[in-house]
């Protein structure tokens, strides 16, 4: 949720990099802390293991300056890949005012991430986050691999709503911050058209003024007036869709997490503790007085045990 | 309040402080901030030069949100409390209504017991100081969305 403090005349959106495990999620953190200024930007903090590889979360906080009076700043978060750590990845979620979804671009890794893409929806709705009103960018990173899929196919699989996107290779820094562009402003567009009472954007294709850097000629069209995600959007983006694919059956709930993945993926937590804690706040309470009388009982039959053991 | 947005005004984060600021000099504690949950800084008070409190904020909701997960798999609802002992410096933290952690950097000058004494006191202050105003708004410039474009353009600057 996008924090607007009067008093230090400050905006703080946060942003979160998801995709799967190894996709170049905290490589694109790590070049933009490299390559922004020491003053705009704040230390990376890395919760990793020992193989370097994300635990909890990467986090960099970013100052982009003062805008409208407000010195706004983003905080850039990373999720752990790894199809285990689902329950942190839920976590990260909270609270999120954008996404950029890094997708692995080697055709052997498109199962991954459609798996990835159909869990982070499923996070956002246990999360009660409209995933329609979320600004989301999806970045085809590693696009200096041979072995790739097309851009028209990574766009019909996974994102057939026609969201911008960006080509990258994070690990020579190629797309990292044409990415950023895209989610910043989204993000703060986003945020003006909230506050000033408007609905939620209900169309993927930002404005002109905001999507003028970077590739514009890989973006999709921008939709015609009323043009909303749901309503014919699909085949009016830059990939002509005529089937709804995996990614958006998914994505609009038509098939399971699991129906769609050839692995199960932990949701979250497990039924049992959930029932426990329905179990806990359900129990009913002893009262005091109750426990009082308990207690004074069995402290007579203690004192009669003790007189009949050391008494006579 | 818009959906979406969380909006705080000068008067509320005054208040806010005055009222850290007392427990500070209660707790006889080194500083004291005010996070929210999804690890935005509020405000704080005390001796923080020394401190990098945005990247402290993000880990204290992510301490949180962890040891709330902790609490359901046990079948607590929630952990309230969680205090972490250093060799000179010590951390309470320690929930502020639904949506904030207020974190209390002490040493042994003070004790644990004057520390969430207090902090249980300003805690219940500040749940009232930082409900929402009815009605708040922020009001972005018109050309916000403009002057975020051409700063964002010139700050990514390949």
């Known amino acids: ?3 607007i403090n009067y008093a230090f005349r400050e905006i703080s959106c946060k942003v979160v990099y998801y995709g799967p495990g190894l996709s170049g999620k905290t490589t694109n953190l790590q070049y933009v802390h490299d390559r922004v200024p020491a003053k705009s930007r704040g230390d990376l903090i890395s919760l990793a293991t020992e193989a370097d590889r994300t635990l909890y979360f990467d986090f960099l906080p970013i100052h982009v300056g003062d805008i409208g009076g407000f010195s706004t700043k983003f905080q850039l978060y990373t999720v752990p890949g790894q199809v285990f750590y689902n329950a942190t990845r839920k976590l990260v979620l909270r609270g999120v005012d954008g996404i950029v979804f890094v997708a692995d671009s080697q055709t052997a890794k498109m199962d991954e991430n459609i798996e990835s893409l159909a869990n982070m929806y499923e996070n956002l709705r246990e999360n009660d986050i409209d995933q329609q009103a979320m600004p989301i960018v999806f970045q085809y990173n590693k696009r200096d691999l041979p072995e790739i899929s097309s851009i028209e ?10 969201r911008p996107y960006s080509e990258a290779s994070a690990v020579k820094g190629v797309g990292v911050f044409d990415t950023m562009k895209r989610i910043t402003k989204l993000v703060l567009e986003d945020t003006k058209r909230r506050t000033s009472g408007q609905q939620p954007m209900s169309s993927p ?77 359900g129990a009913p309470v002893m009262s005091a007085q109750k426990s009082t009388r308990i207690r004074r009982r069995q402290r007579s039959l203690f004192d009669r045990l003790f007189g009949w053991l050391f008494g006579r | 309040m818009s959906p979406g947005t969380f909006v705080l005004y000068q008067e509320q984060v005054d208040r806010i402080n005055a009222a850290l600021l007392r427990l500070l000099k209660k707790a006889e504690a080194k500083c004291a901030l005010l996070a929210d949950q999804d690890g935005h800084l509020i ?3 005390g001796f923080t030069q020394s401190l990098d409190t945005t990247a402290l904020a993000a880990l204290l909701a992510g301490s949180f949100a962890s040891t709330r997960e902790i609490a359901r798999l046990v079948g607590e609802p929630e952990f ?55 009605n708040a708004r922020a009001d972005l410039s018109a050309d916000f969305t403009a002057s975020a474009g051409a700063q964002i353009d010139s700050m990514f600057n390949e």
């Open chain 2, 80 to 134: 309230s409390v969680l205090f972490h002992q250093g060799v000179r410096d010590h951390i309470h933290i320690c929930l502020v209504g639904e949506r904030y952690i207020l974190a209390i950097v002490f040493d042994d000058r003070t004790t644990i017991g004057m520390v969430r004494l207090y902090a249980k006191e300003t805690a219940d202050r500040l749940k009232e100081l930082t409900m929402p105003v009815a």
């Open chain 1, 1 to 3: 949720m996008v924090s």
């Open chain 1, 153 to 162: 196919e990574l766009e019909k699989i996974l994102n057939p709503e026609g």
């Open chain 2, 43 to 45: 405000t704080r008070q």
């Open chain 1, 205 to 281: 294709a930002p404005n002109e003024m905001l999507v003028s850097s970077g590739p514009v000629s890989q973006l999709p069209k921008a939709p015609t007036a009323g043009d909303g995600w749901n309503t014919g959007r699909h085949g009016a983006g830059a990939v002509a869709v005529e089937e709804p694919s995996v990614a958006s059956k998914v994505a609009r709930g038509q098939i399971s997490e699991s129906a769609s993945t050839s692995g199960p993926i932990e949701t979250g937590l497990p039924g049992r503790s959930r029932q426990s804690a329905g179990r806990e706040t």
